[in-house]
Nanobody
Framework: QVLLVESGGGLVQAGGSLRLSCEAS????????MGWFRQAPGKEREIVAA???????YYANSVKGRFTISRDNVKNTVWLQMNSLKPDDTAVYYC??????????????????WGQGTQVTVSS
């Protein structure tokens, strides 16, 4: 069983920064893609960023140039650095991992393991 634990959320003013962490246990993440999703109230869960085992990355258009996903396979941890935050970034952010290796999925259906989520609130 894979356990994902997010941390680093909080309340920040528009223009500020936060760094989310996702620590995995139960397996090493080195061969697997990892993803960050978010879900705002009344909206569907959407992908924010993903990173493959070979370090290729994907970003949603809404966060390109502001967010950076990275990973440390020794620490079994994935991060999401969020800069220039906007009120529209307010959501619960989730870390996710697929059961199988390969390219990073871009939809929730491609992921099998989820963290509990961490709240990010950006005030205007």
């Amino acid at each position: 069983q894979v356990l994902l634990v997010e941390s680093g959320g909080g309340l920040v003013q528009a223009g500020g920064s936060l760094r989310l962490s996702c620590e995995a246990s139960g397996r090493t993440i080195s061969r697997y893609a990892m993803g960050w999703f978010r879900q705002a109230p009344g909206k569907e869960r959407e992908i924010v960023a993903a990173i493959s085992g070979s370090l290729s990355t994907y970003y949603a258009n809404s966060v390109k140039g502001r967010f950076t996903i990275s990973r440390d396979n020794v620490k079994n941890t994935v991060w999401l650095q969020m800069n220039s935050l906007k009120p529209d970034d307010t959501a619960v952010y989730y870390c996710a991992a697929p059961k199988l290796g390969g390219v990073y999925p871009l939809t929730t259906n491609g992921y099998d393991y989820w963290g509990q989520g961490t709240q990010v609130t950006v005030s205007s």
